[in-house]
């Protein structure tokens, strides 16, 4: 019995063993002849092609390629006269044949905080030491799709962590097996910001705590491999050992991820090749700095399928703009001379692959680059140019052949060659048939049309003005076709040997049931044209709408421009002891406030500013906000302080603008309240249409957001608790933390003392993101910002702050400051408060809106802040409410907006009053700025007016006529038969201080 | 010692809890002289004077400066005379759609009484579950907030609503229009992916629409062939004042298809009293809602544009273009935090007032549009002989923070207390710190 199905087994089996395995099957054959292609024209790489040229192939590695090859006596010639010759294309980025990642059970109610496994990484979404190898199975009906599109070689691995281990780079050949197919089980290493699933560790809850991550890892490997650590770590050890693989990082498909891996890289040292947006049109100015090789996703967005006029209203002008700008992302990119590699891991047929590289081409994209993302960029990116991607001498014979000029129309790939193996995509041997026909049956005369032989064939038969129900095949050759006649109950059936398609001839019967001769006429093949024409209709190029910084609704097309103003007869809030002075001029020159004064003469006749009857402040600083970033908490472990919003700012986020309407200038992005020592914060200017990096205060005083209370015991939350779950246990973390970063302050201060040669002999210290930071602190060298309610726990952090001898520079929310006041102004602590919010939450019960002025009155700097994105376009009002509530001057009250934070913030150097030599940031009010009925109507940063009431007007008309202009667009697109998707409006997250990523 | 020591204990006690005693009715007949008023109905006297007794106005107009201008029933000794100074008075401010005195503290579950479990609850009375010693509620009243619907949320019919005055013992007393209205929440043509369980967040036309229409449609139908048979159907027998126009139907609403559905539906019903709330996209609807006589009640401006491309301000735009088109519009100050909220209703009205709204049309939006809205218009909204005596007195502007400042305030002639909680913790560190100095 197993004898017999071991015979049915094996001729089904095509792959060739290794040669030193048993053959028990036959004799051992080896082959050794050559295979020779002439009369190609052979493209060696995208620049170099030769005409009529051959290319010499044995055991699939090239032998020669050129004109004059002189081909030996055993080599099987393929004639390929009229065709071309590529290499075949490389996959960088796949999950080609690997087991999906197994998702961990559901944590329940419980957080995991340690890891699962021992003897690895203390974070189990470092998975440096996984293989992929480990899960792959050759896939070959994946590799048939991937084969179609063009390419030889993948590169793949398991799409699993934030450091996924190693992937493997194989063939996709279907005639070898694993041990001839495999050209590397560790090709290179992978990275994303995602966690795994494969482990609930709560740790990083956020794109911040994974960029946190990836640093302390390095740091880990570097002190590991100089032989510090007493322990041993297979994670770390792996990391080490693959150390000069190439790596190749995902961001997840967003553009800012983009710029935030590929600068985590610089930091860490490794050059990253990163999988982009498709969005890399928007910063390439930024991108264009980094010399990064990226690799770029072909997914072009469908048109938006906008017949509902109601649901199209909700579809933001940005998404639209994306359908309108995303297929011009290569060539804009290659225009910067930024090196890409195409991938086509998300596309779901090679039609598409090719359409939309050939749409790209059409948007600009030159051909030669084209075919360089797909050859010799990816082979560098993987270390293997001389292998493969080109075609020469000992390169792999990997090579597809096309019918014609690779990126024309027409032009189809018919066979892809891997390691010498044919792979046949398109029979190329089948004659095209389609056409219309005449021909008789019993003397009377039917017309025959024919279409689709390529893939399924679709005949249409008909006499007169009748059409009848047919069947028919075409297959190996042979045309059959079946025709009923209803009404008669009758059929005739017959069929031919196509060997031109003139004349189609054959057997058949008749309506009768005779048998009869049947002969077909070709009368004219127009029919194919027709369906060209109607492609090419179909392909629908428009010229991509203006891109705009950032590049959404209220996006500016060019930045603003510095420049020299005269603002006159203003009431000018000074903040300076000139108080408020009325009819006055303040002149700005180069982005700084140059004079202030009555009747300043315009010398070099700049624009004038008329604010008779008008108000000019310094512009408005929210000490506490969470717009502008990506993620708000790293709540995965209870102390954070590695963690940075300045790794995560937004600069594209749209209550950035609205800010502006407002007139804020500047804000401190804090991190939320989610753990009792939070993460670093951004103080950034709302410098719109500018990269994060430009926003950035340069060279300010670095900050770090605290919290207590309920948000860190997490009163609310149902699931079982971290510690502390008491305020009692927020004092502890506090201690404890800076205990710790103490002694490892002392300890690294002992170490750094030690003479060069000591230092050799000693093992040094371990560095430790998080004690450094917390260690900047005791130093005095960072500031802290803490979140915080009820007058005990406020008590409490002044009391542990004063222990390890360093201040609180500023309480937020601080809700109950006004009970502690006298202590407050003692220890040193500023306030950054609501004005009028409470009832909220239990810890809220005893807040009062007086309490601004009762602190203020105690001496203590108070600031009022928004902690939202809706309030803090109306923080003038704000301050009003502490003229209200408590009676503080009008004078002090704006001051509560902008000096206040300004010195809270450490910048009232730069902003925070009208004052000679500050920065002129600066906001025109129509009224009284804490008027109810005031507007602002130009904010000012810097000299560049960032926003202004009149622009504003215009640009709603322009956006109106912009999304008109792309609707027209995309129904004619439609309507010529692109594919549309149904209407999608992401509005984004708004971000408070208890949103929990 | 020992009575001392329970004295104390009352004291603090007192302090503690904060809850103002509510007022004794009006005995003597109070004039206000030398003031702004604000009439509410959109005019104004610039020096006037305004005079109550028994709770009810019975003179505004002109100042009475001199002992023998005063009206003949009063005379200078029977009246309370307080001189405003030049200060505003305006009639108590009226908030619609709101939550007080149901949920004290947000977060804290047990303190919340907004939402009852099901679909279709017009049985369901908010008036039952109001907090007359609430700390919020108290702490609306020094921003001239003296009158609230108090409706409740959720489900598809959340309820039914009452108008209450904000100075009682407890809601019996609270109540001055019971069960008024029937709020209906209009299921949304759009819904969105759950993004925390892994969804596709976007919006997309909401797939159970229709079903959710026509449940709403089968309820009304069986409630109006309901004739109060047995056994009772207690939600179907809560509609019939909807059906009879003794009850007004709150249709909460707020995309431009949820609106007109709504509004249709409520037609086809024959119901005759239908007002809208929420309505961020009425301003596409203006002259359908014009046609069809629908008041608005629309959200408060303090909220973000719900689109990017929308204008900045947008929010604050929408009453001016409502108003404009001869719309009845008051301000729901429902959202994020919205009781203790409600004491900024007059700044809603000040900052729609900002972006092109007349100040005394802004006003009205608070006042006597309410109470049209609220079928108390009879009584209350505008300060006018006969009326209501619910009025407050404020240093300056109203709907200005900076002037808001109130010296007086009174409901049904009773002059209410403007201490709250608040302002005693206030008044107790700021003397703790001064006497520290």
């Known amino acids: 019995m197993k004898k017999y199905i071991f015979l049915f087994i094996m001729p089904l089996t095509f792959v060739t063993a290794q040669s030193y395995f048993p053959n028990n099957s036959g004799v051992k054959t080896t082959k050794n002849s050559y295979q020779a292609f002439t009369n190609a024209t052979i493209h060696i790489s995208a620049e170099n092609v030769i005409n009529d040229a051959t290319l010499l192939e044995k055991n699939g590695i090239i032998v020669s390629v050129g004109k004059n090859i002189l081909i030996p006596e055993n080599t099987r010639v393929y004639n390929k006269s009229g065709k071309h010759i590529y290499p075949s294309f490389i996959e960088v980025y796949s999950e080609f044949g690997i087991k999906k990642a197994k998702r961990s059970g559901s944590p329940g109610r419980s957080y995991q905080f340690e890891p699962s496994r021992e003897g690895y990484y203390w974070n189990d979404h470092i998975l440096s030491d996984y293989n992929s190898i480990r899960d792959y199975k050759y896939d070959k009906k994946s590799a048939s799709k991937i084969r179609k599109m063009g390419f030889g070689v993948v590169n793949t691995h398991r799409a699993n962590g934030i450091h996924r281990g190693t992937g493997i780079l194989l063939n996709l050949n279907d005639h070898e097996n694993d041990s001839k197919r495999i050209l590397s089980k560790k090709s290179t290493e992978h990275y994303s910001f995602k966690k795994s699933v494969t482990s609930n560790q709560n740790y990083p809850g956020s794109i911040m705590g994974s960029i946190a991550l990836i640093r302390q890892l390095y740091h880990d490997a570097n002190w590991y491999e100089l032989g510090n650590s007493l322990t041993n770590d297979l994670s770390i050890e792996a990391l080490i050992e693959n150390k000069s693989l190439p790596k190749i990082f995902d ?112 948007y600009g994209l030159d051909p030669i680059i084209a075919l360089k993302a797909l050859t010799t960029y990816p082979a560098k990116i993987l270390g293997m140019e001389d292998k493969i991607g080109v075609l020469k001498t000992n390169s792999l014979a990997n090579f597809i052949i096309t019918s014609d000029e690779l990126f024309k129309d027409k032009t189809i790939i018919t066979e892809n060659w891997i390691q010498g193996k044919p792979h046949i995509l398109v029979n190329d041997n089948i004659i095209n048939v389609d056409g219309d026909y005449d021909f008789l049956i019993n003397n009377e005369l039917f017309k ?162 008329d604010a008779s009857g008008k108000h000019l402040t310094s512009g408005i600083i929210d000490e506490h906000s969470h717009i502008g970033a990506s993620s708000i908490n790293e709540g995965g472990h209870n102390s954070s302080a590695e963690v940075s919003i300045e790794d995560v700012i937004d600069p594209d986020d749209i209550n950035i603008f609205r800010n502006l309407a407002g007139g804020v200038t500047t804000i401190q992005i804090l991190h939320g309240s989610a753990n009792p020592i939070g993460g670093q914060s951004a103080i950034i200017n709302l410098k719109w249409g500018e990269s994060a990096e430009k926003m950035l205060y340069k060279n300010a005083d670095p900050f770090i957001k605290f919290a207590l209370g309920e948000n860190v015991k997490q009163s609310r939350s149902t699931r ?100 502690v006041s006298d202590k407050m102004e003692k220890h040193g602590a500023g306030a950054s408060t609501f004005s009028d919010w409470w009832a909220y939450k239990f810890e809220v019960n005893d807040a009062i809106p007086y309490n601004g002025s009762i602190m203020h009155n105690a001496g203590v700097l108070v600031a009022y802040n928004s902690d939202s994105a809706e309030m803090s376009r109306r923080l003038n009002q704000e301050a009003a409410k502490a003229i209200k509530y ?112 | 010692m020992k009575k001392t020591t329970i004295l104390f204990c009352i004291i603090s006690l007192n302090l ?27 005019t104004t006297i610039e020096n006037g004077s305004i005079s109550f007794s028994d709770g009810i106005i019975n003179y505004v107009g002109e100042n009475i400066s001199k002992e023998d201008s005063f009206p003949l029933l009063l005379s200078k000794k029977q009246s309370r005379v307080i001189n405003a100074n030049g200060k505003h008075i305006y009639p108590g401010f009226i908030a619609i759609n709101s939550t007080l005195g149901l949920v004290e503290i947000d977060a804290v579950r047990a303190s919340d009484d907004e939402d009852e479990l099901g679909d279709f609850l017009p049985h369901i009375r908010s008036a039952i579950a109001y907090n007359a010693e609430s700390k919020v509620v108290e702490s609306v009243r020094p921003n001239g907030v003296l009158i609230a619907q108090v409706v409740p949320r959720g489900g598809t019919i959340s309820g039914s609503s009452s108008v209450m005055q904000l100075d009682a013992w407890n809601w019996e007393d609270a109540l001055l229009k019971s069960d008024e209205g029937i709020h209906m929440n209009w299921p949304s043509p759009y819904s969105r992916g759950r993004w925390w369980l892994g969804e596709d967040p976007s919006l997309k036309e909401n797939k159970d629409y229709l079903k959710s229409t026509t449940s709403i449609k089968n309820f009304f139908e069986e409630s109006k062939v309901y004739s109060g048979q047995k056994p009772k159907h207690l939600p179907y027998s809560s509609m019939k004042g909807v059906f009879d126009g003794s009850k007004t139907m709150y249709l909460h609403a707020s995309y431009e298809k949820q609106i007109v559905d709504g509004v249709n539906f409520l037609k086809e019903q024959k119901i005759k009293n239908i007002v809208l709330v929420h309505g961020e996209q009425s301003i596409n609807q203006i002259k359908y809602l014009k046609d069809n006589k629908i008041p608005v009640i629309i959200s408060r401006p303090h909220r973000l544009p719900d689109n990017e491309d929308h204008d900045p301000k947008l929010t604050f735009k929408l009453a001016k273009k409502l108003i404009e088109k001869g719309i009845i519009v008051s301000i729901d100050p429902s959202g994020q935090m919205e009781r203790m909220n409600t004491r900024n209703l007059p700044f809603y009205a000040g900052s729609f007032s900002a972006y092109g709204v007349d100040k005394e049309e802004a006003l009205k939006m608070i006042t006597i549009n309410a109470a049209k809205i609220l079928g108390i218009d009879k009584q209350l909204g505008s300060l006018e002989v006969g009326k209501d005596a619910t009025l407050f007195v404020s240093k300056g502007d109203a709907l200005d923070m900076r002037t808001n400042i109130l010296s007086n305030a009174f409901i049904n002639g009773r002059e209410i207390s403007l201490e709250t909680h608040q302002t005693e913790l206030w008044k107790r560190y700021s003397e703790k710190f001064s006497t520290q100095k």
């Not at chain 2, 809890?17 to 206000?32: D, F, S």
Request: with cysteine; glycine share 6%.
């Open chain 1, 448 to 609: 025959l049309n024919l279409k689709g032989s390529d893939k399924k064939l679709i005949a249409k038969v008909t006499k007169d003005s009748t059409t009848f129900s047919t069947k028919s095949k075409y297959s190996n050759g042979w045309l059959d076709i079946t025709i009923i006649d209803k009404n008669k109950n009758t059929f005739a059936q017959f069929n031919s040997k196509i060997n031109d398609k003139s004349t189609l001839n054959g057997n058949g019967i008749d309506f009768q049931g005779d048998s009869f001769v049947w002969t077909a006429k070709s009368i004219k093949s127009d029919s194919m044209s027709k369906v060209d024409s109607k492609k090419i209709k179909n392909k629908n190029f428009y010229k991509p709408v203006a891109i705009t910084y950032p590049n959404n609704a209220y996006g500016n097309k060019y930045l603003p421009k510095q420049k020299d103003i005269l603002f006159k007869n203003a009431t000018v809030w000074t903040n300076e002891k000139e108080g408020i002075i009325k009819n006055t001029d303040v002149l700005v020159v180069n982005g700084k406030i140059s004079i202030i004064g009555k009747n300043i003469k315009n010398t070099n006749n700049i624009e004038v500013i």
């Open chain 1, 886 to 997: 408590g009676g503080v001057s009008e004078e002090d009250a704006w001051k509560f907006v902008t000096l206040n934070p300004a010195k809270l913030l450490h910048i009232d150097d730069k902003v925070g009053s009208v004052k000679i030599g500050k920065n002129a940031d600066l906001v025109l009010w129509s009224d009284h700025p804490m008027s109810i009925y005031a507007i602002a109507e130009k904010t000012m940063i810097q000299g560049k007016t960032y926003y202004s009431i009149d622009n504003v007007s215009k640009k709603i008309k322009s956006i109106e006529k912009e999304r008109n202009f792309l609707i027209g667009q995309m129904l004619d697109a439609s309507s010529k038969g692109a594919p549309t998707q149904e209407p999608k409006n992401v509005t984004r997250r708004e971000f408070h201080c208890e949103t929990l990523d």
């Open chain 1, 720 to 819: 079982q608790l971290r510690f502390p779950s008491t305020r009692m246990g927020v004092e502890q973390v506090f201690i404890d933390n800076f205990q710790r970063a103490k002694e490892y302050g002392e300890t690294w201060a002992k170490y750094n003392k030690l003479s060069e040669k000591l230092k050799r002999k000693t093992k040094s210290p371990r560095y430790d993101i998080e004690m450094e930071v917390l260690w900047e602190i005791l130093r005095g060298d960072r500031f802290v910002s803490c979140h915080s309610y009820v007058q005990s726990e406020i008590n409490m952090l002044m009391k542990v702050a004063e222990q390890f001898d360093f201040r609180i520079n500023t309480f937020t929310h601080i809700l109950e400051g006004y009970k």
């Open chain 2, 16 to 42: 503690v809890l904060g809850q103002q005693t509510p007022a004794n009715e009006q005995t003597q007949n109070i004039l206000i002289t030398n003031a702004f008023i604000h009439i509410g109905n959109g």
């Open chain 1, 251 to 362: 961001a997840g498909g967003d553009k800012l991820n983009t710029i935030r891996a590929i600068k985590l890289g610089k930091e860490i040292g490794e050059n990253f090749a990163v999988l982009g947006s498709g969005k890399e049109y928007e910063n390439l100015r930024e991108l264009k700095q980094q010399g990064v090789t990226l690799i770029l996703p072909l997914n072009f967005p469908k048109a938006t399928n906008v017949s509902d006029p109601l649901l199209t209203k909700q579809i933001p002008l940005s998404s639209m703009r994306y359908w309108s700008q995303a297929p011009s992302n290569p060539n804009k990119v290659a225009k910067y001379n930024i090196p890409f590699v195409f991938t086509g891991f998300n596309l779901k047929s090679s039609e598409e692959f090719f359409s939309n590289i050939k749409k790209a081409i059409n």
